[in-house]
Each structure stands twice: as structure tokens, then as C-alpha cells.
């Protein structure tokens, strides 16, 4: 699963396109036995290509597992969003896409322009109720 998430960030940081922003559907059980890469080199590189995960958990409804937390770990860390399958693919799908309809693009000047990861959190200044789902940060890369 994680050398699928790599690949997948991969290709959408070779074709990317400024009008488009890169999502990530991740259909699992969030186990992983095989793959090379970890779960947070998978993160890394979804953030690198600045693809948000939105995870879909193939695990039984009411049934957390340590797949399922990896999954939503996955998600958050990218901005992305966390469903389980006992949604319904109806559901599941509406709720995706008013998720990308509705979402917004916020822009701010770089604080440092140190080379590496730099965390960000978005918080709510007047109305404390509201949730933000952001990535956790973003990479800063040498410029040439």
C-alpha cells in the first residue's frame, strides 16, 4: 500500500498541472505487509507532490484496526479526509466531492525559505467550532 501511495505521488508530481489540485483516492484495509517505503515515506511524498489522501477503509463497519488508524493518519497528514466503507458508495462519493467543491486554497508568504519540512496549522480566529483540514506542512526545495 505505501509503495502504491509513493507511485501515485510520483505521477501526479510529473504531470502536474496548476489548475488541478492533486487528490489521492486510497482504497485499503490499511495493512501493509510487503511494501518497501513506510507509512510516513508515503506521507512524505504525497506532500511533496501536494496530493491529499483521501482515504477509503475497506475494513468491517465498527471495526477499528491498526490499518484504520494508518489510514487516518495518512489522511489528516495531507489535508485529505478518512471514510469507511460502511458509508455506501453514495454517500461516500457526494461527500467527496462536496468536499472538493467546497474547499478553499489559502496563500501566505513563506516565513523562512530554509530548505526542508516546515509544519503549518490553521486555526480558527473567531468562531472556535470550526474544523480546518490542512496538510501538517509543506517542503521547502533548493532553488536553482
Do not use: W
Not at 496548476?18 to 517505503?37: E, H, K, Q, W
Amino acid at each position: 500500500m505505501f509503495d502504491a501511495v509513493v507511485f501515485a505521488a510520483k505521477q501526479v508530481s510529473e504531470r502536474r498541472d496548476p489548475l488541478v489540485r492533486p487528490v489521492i483516492i486510497l482504497f485499503s484495509d490499511g495493512a501493509d505487509t510487503v511494501s518497501r517505503n513506510s507509512a510516513a515515506a508515503a506521507v512524505q511524498a504525497a506532500i511533496e507532490s501536494n496530493a491529499q489522501i483521501y482515504a477509503v477503509d475497506l475494513n468491517k463497519p465498527g471495526f477499528l484496526s491498526k490499518g484504520s488508524s494508518t489510514l487516518q493518519g495518512m489522511a489528516d497528514a495531507t489535508g485529505g479526509r478518512y471514510f469507511t466503507i460502511g458509508e455506501g458508495a453514495v454517500k461516500l462519493l457526494g461527500d467527496l466531492l462536496e468536499d472538493l467543491h467546497a474547499a478553499y486554497v489559502v496563500t501566505y508568504q513563506l516565513p523562512s525559505r530554509d530548505i526542508g519540512f516546515h509544519p503549518v496549522r490553521i486555526l480558527p480566529t473567531r468562531n472556535l467550532n470550526l474544523r480546518f483540514r490542512c496538510r501538517h506542512g509543506y517542503y521547502q526545495r533548493m532553488v536553482n
